[in-house]
Each structure stands twice: as structure tokens, then as C-alpha cells.
């Protein structure tokens, strides 16, 4: 039988998706020599120029895998080159799949996107004035523990169960950056609260929910919440250079898994997760009409779009782990961050629509682009940590893919 495609109509104003279901995932048909050697010179150029010490590029169209290739080296130590099948922490993408399971708990009548935090976590300090949806839009004003010195000098290195890690998160000084709605910082404890609200909810660890309610329906085989120390197969050994001698790298700083959680403790590989969007937006994996609401930007109490109210101090909004900043402040939001709805974004970046979020994390960057005017999904991992590298990989091949053979 035929496999079916997916077509999606994105009005980022509004934020609405009209979806048709797709039961395959296509084989990989050939795509055309000028346009695999456009991409093949943008990423080896990132090699050359010693940003990256590898990564590994996914493309897909029509729900049909057209490109999944590796540059670089996923061990220097025991020289690996990076494969298609190379598994990358994924960090803050990692977002995605939590607020999905939110979702998927919301479609079964578990829990409302209205319910306080303090219905789970009764002791939260001001728990009774946030919402399920504030997590999910970053609108809570809950202290980013990732952005704190404290976590840096003692909690990264820590393990912790979730429920101390709640309680590491509740116990930050100051408890809150903001008042609950008024504002919008990106803050991953929210999503490391999400994470544990679906455990509590669902009375399973993360990794089997995500593994029963989204992973296999994706048919996502090499996905996994990452422990650390387990032995995984095609892993990538995580890089960051060395500030004394640039163009040199050395294995990346420690930090303990256990205090990203749904925030962003994913790993996976560029397949999966083409396959992961494809089946996100063809419904496979929640209700069209939970899709819209994923989408649907942030608003803060007053009705207004939280991107109105940007606080923050960050200079790289989508990491998981970036060092301790500066305390928040109120700001314009940058024009390319468009949107944030539930664990996603929508942005226009030179006059294209795009479905996107990246992330950042010791030794690893990710971004997950989709352009839904074309169908077109864009995959960058890399393993090394740095900046915007793999974003702007992905603007680069969006602009391969334009130009015409």
C-alpha cells in the first residue's frame, strides 16, 4: 500500500493547524546530487572552521526521509566518525515531548491545563497561583534554576530523585523572578516541574510514558530519557573548546542528568526525530485540535501575547543549561523568537513560517525546524557547545532547498 503524506496549513498569527493522518514513514527517496552538495559543504565548513567537532544533518519532505548524514567525529579519543545513527543529547527540544505528554494526560481526562501547580505539589511555595498552562508558556515567573550561581557551583553535580529536585527548585532564593502571567522568561524549571507532574499523574517514570505514549507511536526506536551512566550504542561523546587555545576541544564539563529531566534530559538521533515531528503533525500523537493549542502563542492574565512582556537576560533562550545569568529584566522580545506556545515555537525567519525549538546542553546543541508551507523538516545535532551553530546550519540548508538544481 502507498504510504500517505501529510499536508499542514500554519497561520502562525492564529497559530492553526489543519492536519491529515499518515500511517508510514517513507523510505528514503534520492535527492538531487547539487542540493546534497550545497549541505555537505555548509557543514563541512563548520568542521573546518572548528565549531563543531561533529554533527549530523536529517531531511525531510512529505513525510519522506530525503537526507540523514553525519560530518565530523562523534570520539575523538577512539576517532568515530559521526553516522546517521549517531545519538545526541537533544536538550531543550527535549520541551516538545513534555508539554505533548501534558497533552496526552489532558486528552484522557487526567488533568486540566487550568489546574494549580499546588494540586501536586502542595508545598510549592505560591503553587496555588500557577497554572499547568503558565509552565507550559513560560509565563510562571518561577526562578530558572539553570540560570542560578548555586546550581552551577553545587546542584549540576548532584543526583537527585524528582522529588528532591522539585524540592531543590522550590527552595531557590528568590523563589519567583516574577509575578505568575504578568511576563514571559524562559525557565526550565517549569519544564522540569512539567516532567514530574506526568510521572505523579501518570504513576509511571518519565521514560516509560514517553516511551509508550509518544516514542512508539512515532515509531522512534533510539530515543530515550538519558541516565548518564548507561551504555548506549552509537553514542557521541559531548566537546567544548578549549578557551585558552581556540580551534582545540576537550570533553565537556560533568552535569548530572537527573536535574534536566523533562526539561531536557532527551537523547536521540536526526531519523527519530524527523519521524517524531512528522507524527506529531499528522496526529498520531495528540488530537489535532491539542495540536492548535501547542501552537497557539502564550498569553499572560491580562490577555495580552506573552511576547508583549519578555523578561529575561539570556542571550541563549533555549538552553537547557547555559551558566548562571544576571537577574531578569524586562525587554523587547527578539524579533526571531516569535511565538512560544507549549514547548515550541513559531517563528518567520527570512519570509518563512517555521515550527521550531533548539536547545543547549553540555557538549551538545540540537535544533528541529519544520516549515509547513513545504513540508519540509530541517534536523541539526551537534556535539559541541557553542551558540547558534546549528540554527544557522538550518537556515543554510532551508536556503540549499530553495535553490533550484
Known amino acids: 500500500m502507498r504510504p500517505q503524506t501529510f499536508r499542514t496549513l500554519l497561520i502562525v498569527g492564529a497559530a492553526a493547524a489543519a492536519l491529515s493522518a499518515s500511517s508510514a514513514f517513507a523510505a528514503t527517496p534520492a535527492l538531487s546530487a547539487a542540493k546534497v552538495a550545497a549541505i555537505d559543504a555548509d557543514a563541512q565548513k563548520l568542521i573546518a572552521e572548528h565549531q563543531t567537532v561533529g554533527l549530523v544533518v536529517g531531511v525531510m519532505r512529505h513525510g519522506q526521509m530525503l537526507l540523514a548524514k553525519g560530518y565530523g567525529q562523534a570520539d575523538l579519543e577512539n576517532p568515530t566518525p559521526v553516522g546517521a545513527d549517531t545519538v545526541f543529547r537533544i536538550a531543550s527540544t527535549t520541551k516538545q515531548f ?14 486540566s491545563l487550568n489546574d494549580k501547580l499546588s494540586k501536586f505539589y502542595p508545598t510549592f511555595p505560591r503553587g496555588d497561583e500557577v497554572t499547568i498552562r503558565q509552565l507550559l508558556t513560560h509565563t510562571s515567573g518561577i526562578t530558572d534554576y539553570a540560570g542560578t550561581a ?29 509575578e505568575p502571567g504578568t511576563g514571559w522568561s524562559y525557565d526550565n524549571s517549569g519544564y522540569y ?4 507532574i506526568v510521572e505523579k499523574v501518570s504513576g509511571e517514570p518519565l521514560n516509560q510514558f514517553f516511551d ?41 564539563k560533568y552535569i548530572s542528568i537527573t536535574t534536566v529531566g523533562g526539561a531536557g534530559a532527551l537523547r536521540s538521533t536526526v531519523e527519530d526525530l524527523a519521524k517524531w515531528q512528522h507524527a506529531l503533525f499528522a496526529g498520531q500523537i495528540i488530537t489535532p485540535a491539542s495540536l492548535k ?13 506573552a511576547s508583549t512582556a519578555v523578561i529575561a537576560s539570556s542571550d541563549a533562550p533555549e538552553n537547557a543549561v547555559s551558566g548562571p545569568r544576571p537577574a531578569p529584566k524586562r525587554e523587547q522580545g527578539s524579533p526571531d523568537q516569535g511565538e512560544y506556545g507549549f514547548g515550541i515555537r513559531t517563528v518567520r525567519i527570512g519570509g518563512d513560517y517555521r515550527v521550531r525549538h533548539g536547545g543547549s546542553i553540555n557538549g551538545f546543541q540540537s535544533s528541529l525546524d519544520t516549515f509547513p508551507d513545504d513540508d519540509l523538516t530541517i534536523v541539526v545535532l551537534a556535539n559541541t557547545s557553542g551558540g547558534g551553530v546549528v540554527k544557522d546550519l538550518v537556515t543554510q540548508i532551508r536556503q540549499d532547498m530553495k535553490r533550484p538544481d
Open 293 to 305: 493549542q501547542m501552537l497557539a502563542p502564550g498569553m499572560l492574565s491580562n490577555g495580552k501575547r
Open 98 to 111: 513534555t508539554a505533548a505528554s501534558i497533552l496526552v494526560l489532558v486528552e484522557q481526562g487526567k488533568l
Open 193 to 196: 516541574l512539567l516532567g514530574a
Open 150 to 178: 548555586d546550581y552551577w557551583a553545587h546542584g549540576q553535580m548532584a543526583t537527585f530523585t524528582t522529588e528532591q529536585f522539585v524540592d531543590y527548585i522550590a527552595h531557590l532564593d528568590p523563589p519567583f523572578y516574577f
Open 212 to 252: 509508550e505514549h509518544l516514542f512508539q507511536k512515532a515509531g522512534m526506536h533510539a530515543t530515550a530519557v538519558d541516565t548518564g551512566p548507561e551504555l548506549v550504542a552509537h553514542r557521541a561523546r559531548g566537546y567544548e573548546e578549549v578557551a585558552s587555545a581556540p580551534g582545540t576541544f576537550e570533553n565537556t
